[in-house]
């Protein structure tokens, strides 16, 4: 029971990380060389790497919460 609360944890700072980077995106946007909207704002600002950990965590946490509710017995 314990990790499913450290997966939730997990989840809910990745799905911070990306929901703070679509807002910024919105409030400020780029224009890298023709690109536009959420991928052009991570490459203008060469955040594309941080995007993608905050991706990779929020799914890490998905799947520990679901292997703790689902699979484990």
């Not at 679509?22 to 790497?49: A, E, M, Q, R």
Request: hydrophobic share 55%; proline share 1%.
């Amino acid at each position: 029971m314990k990790k499913i609360f450290l997966g939730t944890f997990i989840s809910l700072l990745g799905f911070v990380g990306i929901l703070t980077f679509i807002i910024l995106s919105v409030i400020k946007p780029w224009d890298y060389n023709g690109i536009t909207g959420l991928y052009g704002f991570l490459l203008g600002t060469k955040n594309i790497f941080n995007f993608f950990l905050f991706l990779i965590m929020f799914i890490v946490g998905i799947g520990i919460c679901f292997y703790e509710a689902y699979i484990k017995k």
